[in-house]
């Protein structure tokens, strides 16, 4: 066994899905918000810089938090297990979140899609939606 539930190298992982998160789930709720201001108050060429650098951290971030909560899953001695219902809808809703993502916020090295603003708006929304989903079920950690 590499390592136990809550040992050193767990609470390690832990603390890289935390930050992840804190950082991915923070940039998707703050940089909208940036981006109108920067819109108003400079122009077009701010928001676009603010959404750039949204873009550059937020999918990374998903990326990071999703892989290494699969990590914790495999290093947790079977206390979690992904036949419990908040780890297999949370697998799905995670994806759905990098899908999201790429297509509102896709970083330079990554262009999957051509989006028009008007969709993105709608698709940020449920980017949001997602992401409070993905916190409710990840507290609650139904069918533990
Ligand atoms: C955007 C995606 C995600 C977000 C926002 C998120 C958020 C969180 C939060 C806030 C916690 C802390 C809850 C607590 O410890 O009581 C947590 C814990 C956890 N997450 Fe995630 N998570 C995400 C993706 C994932 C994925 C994809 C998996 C697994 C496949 C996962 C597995 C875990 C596990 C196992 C814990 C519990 C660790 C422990 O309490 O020892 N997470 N997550």
Redesign the pocket.
């Known amino acids: 066994m590499i390592a136990a539930f ?1 040992s050193t190298p767990y609470n390690i992982l ?1 603390l890289v ?2 930050s992840s ?1 804190v950082l ?2 923070g940039m998707a709720f703050i940089a909208p918000i940036m981006a109108v201001r920067a819109r108003r108050s400079a122009g077009q060429a701010l928001e676009e810089v603010v959404n750039e650098t949204a873009s550059n951290i937020m999918f990374p971030m ?1 990326l990071v ?2 892989i290494a ?2 990590a ?2 495999g290093l ?1 001695d079977d206390v ?1 297990d992904f036949q419990q219902s908040w ?1 297999s809808v ?2 799905a809703v ?1 994806m759905l ?1 990098l899908v999201l993502t790429a297509a509102v916020y896709p970083p330079s090295w990554l262009r999957l899609f051509t989006v028009g603003d008007n969709r993105k708006q709608m698709l940020g929304g449920i980017l949001h939606l997602s ?1 409070a989903v ?2 409710v079920l ?2 609650w ?1 139904f069918g533990v």
Do not use: E
Request: charged residues 5%; positive net charge; glycine residues 22%.
């Open positions: 809550q832990y899905h935390m998160v991915g789930v998903f938090a999703g909560g699969g914790l899953v947790s979690y780890l949370g697998g995670w979140v992401l993905m916190l990840m507290t950690k």
